[in-house]
C-alpha cells in the first residue's frame, strides 16, 4: 500500500511539470468551454478586450462585447478563429459584459447559453440557437425567465439537459436566496454554510427552465455543507461537470484562493463530496475551465494572463492533459507553468 502511494505522489509531481499550451495568439480569449461535436473541437470563450473602464469593482473591467468561435481540428495545434457568433447589439434585452458562455447540441441545432446584464444592471443568462457550431447565433428577445448571475454551463446527461450556473461577487450570486433578489442580503459570516451553484432541468425547447433552480450541494468527507469562510474548497464562480467512470465530476473556482477544485457526486443534482484540487493559481485573478475527454485522452482548457503581462481583463487560452490515480481522483497540476 505504501508502495502504490509513493508511486502515486511521484506521477502527480512529475504530471504537474508537464508543459501547457496556448491556444490563439492574435486575439485575448478566456473562460473556455470546450466540446466535440461530430468528430472536431470547439471552443466556445469568452472575449477579452482593452478597456477604458477605470474602477474595476465587481468586474466592470471584463466589459466584453461579443462572442467568437475558435476550432481546432487536432488538439496540439493552433486554433482558428471562426470570427464572430454573437455580438452584445444583437441582443435585445442586454445592456453589457458578455462573459463566459457554453454551448450545448440537441438534434441538428446549437444553442449558446451566455450571461450578461440587463438593463437594470442585473446579470440574467440568455440562450441563441443556430444550424451551425460556429454560429452566427441568433439570440432570445428575453433571458431565461429563473435564470440570475453568470457562468452558465449545461450537462447533456444521455439526452436529459441540465443548466448549471452562478457567481459571487460581480457575478451577483450573494445578492439572491431562494431564487429572490435583493442587494439588502447580509453578509454571510464565516461560520455560515456558502453559497452554491444553480442547477436547472431544461425544457425539451431548450430555451426555458423546467423547474426553479435547486442549490448544489457541496459537502466535505463528513457529509457537512461547505462554510462561507473555507475559502480554498468552497465555490465561487466557473462551474464545470463531466463525468468519468459513471461518475459525476463539479469543477469550480475558488475565488479568492485562486484554485480550480472539484467534487464528486452520484446524480447531476448531488450532493457532491469534495475532493481536491486540480490546478494551483494561474498568473491573472481568475480561473476558469473545462475538462474534455477527446480521443480517449482528458484534458484541461483554461487560461492564464502571461502573455498579457499579468492584465487580469486580458487573458489567453491553454490546454494541458490531465489524469487520473486509479481511484479516480484528479492528479493536481501546477497553474504557473
Do not use: C
Not at 434585452?93 to 446584464?117: E, R
Not at 461577487?169 to 447580509?186: A, F, W
Amino acid at each position: 500500500m505504501r508502495k502504490l502511494l509513493i508511486l502515486s505522489l511521484f506521477s502527480a509531481i512529475v504530471y504537474a511539470q508537464e508543459s501547457p499550451r496556448y491556444l490563439f495568439d492574435d486575439l485575448y480569449f478566456a473562460d473556455p468551454s470546450v466540446h466535440v461535436f461530430d468528430g472536431k473541437i470547439y471552443i466556445y470563450p469568452s472575449h477579452d478586450i482593452q478597456t477604458d473602464v477605470k474602477d474595476a469593482a465587481n468586474g466592470a473591467h471584463f466589459n466584453m462585447k461579443d462572442y467568437h468561435v475558435l476550432t481546432l481540428n487536432d488538439v496540439n495545434q493552433k486554433a482558428k478563429d471562426s470570427g464572430i457568433a454573437l455580438q452584445l447589439e444583437d441582443i435585445q434585452w442586454a445592456k453589457q459584459q458578455l462573459w463566459a458562455p457554453d454551448v450545448a447540441k440537441k438534434g441538428n441545432k446549437y444553442y449558446l447559453y451566455f450571461p450578461a446584464k440587463d438593463k437594470n444592471d442585473l446579470f440574467k443568462i440568455g440562450v441563441a440557437s443556430s444550424k451551425s457550431p460556429t454560429g452566427p447565433f441568433k439570440a432570445e428577445k428575453d433571458p431565461i425567465s429563473g435564470t440570475y448571475s453568470i457562468d452558465p454551463t449545461v450537462l447533456n446527461d444521455n439526452g436529459t439537459y441540465y443548466i448549471y450556473f452562478g457567481g459571487l461577487k460581480g457575478g451577483q450570486l450573494q445578492e439572491y436566496r431562494n431564487n429572490k433578489h435583493s442587494k439588502d442580503y447580509p453578509d454571510l459570516q464565516k461560520e455560515e454554510n456558502a453559497l452554491l451553484p444553480k442547477i436547472a432541468l431544461l425544457k425539451s425547447n431548450m430555451k426555458e427552465l423546467a423547474e426553479e433552480p435547486k442549490d448544489v450541494l457541496i459537502v466535505d468527507e463528513n457529509g457537512d455543507q461547505l462554510k462561507s469562510g473555507d475559502q480554498h474548497r468552497r465555490f465561487f464562480e466557473g462551474v464545470w461537470i463531466h463525468q468519468y467512470n459513471k461518475k459525476y465530476y463539479l469543477s469550480y473556482s475558488t475565488g479568492e484562493t485562486h484554485k480550480l477544485v472539484y467534487a464528486i457526486g452520484d446524480n447531476p443534482y448531488g450532493p457532491f463530496t469534495f475532493k481536491g484540487e486540480i490546478l494551483t493559481p494561474v498568473v491573472g485573478w481568475t480561473t476558469h475551465h473545462s475538462i474534455v475527454e477527446i480521443n480517449k485522452t482528458w484534458y484541461l482548457f483554461y487560461h492564464d494572463s502571461k502573455n498579457s503581462g499579468g492584465k487580469s481583463y486580458l487573458r489567453s487560452l491553454k490546454v494541458r492533459e490531465l489524469k487520473y490515480d486509479q481511484n479516480g481522483m484528479i492528479l493536481p497540476m501546477n497553474g504557473q507553468d
